[in-house]
Nanobody, 125 residues
Framework: QVQLVESGGGLAQPGGSLRLSCAAS????????MGWFRQAPGKEREFVAG????????YYADSVKGRFTISRDNAKNTLSLQMNSLKPEDTALYYC??????????????????WGQGTQVTVSS
């Protein structure tokens, strides 16, 4: 049974940092690409970052390039998202997601087949 459990969300000030983690189980983690998505109230679910099975190739939404870093530890079945220079518009529920493939195209929702419950990130002064 696939399980994805996010942690690390909370309240941050503009310009601050948070690090999100996703603990994965129930599948061979190292065989699959992974991603982070977010959804703010009244908005569509939005791609944030993706990473291929090896961790060598990463991809980011334009809105977070240069500020967020996605990484994975295949030995620990863990996916991470380091978020720096946070802005109020980063406020959203953040989801960890498992891709269907080792080397997905990252952005489409249809590339992913399992999702975590989400962790709330709030950026406010």
């Amino acid at each position: 049974q696939v399980q994805l459990v996010e942690s690390g969300g909370g309240l941050a000030q503009p310009g601050g940092s948070l690090r999100l983690s996703c603990a994965a189980s129930g599948f061979t983690f190292s065989n699959y690409a992974m991603g982070w998505f977010r959804q703010a109230p009244g908005k569509e679910r939005e791609f944030v970052a993706g990473i291929r099975w090896s961790g060598v190739s990463t991809y980011y939404a334009d809105s977070v390039k240069g500020r967020f870093t996605i990484s994975r530890d295949n030995a620990k079945n863990t996916l991470s998202l380091q978020m720096n220079s946070l802005k109020p518009e980063d406020t959203a529920l953040y989801y960890c997601a498992k891709a269907k493939y080792a080397n997905g195209s990252f952005r489409p929702l249809s590339d992913y087949d399992y999702w975590g419950q989400g962790t709330q990130v709030t950026v406010s002064s």
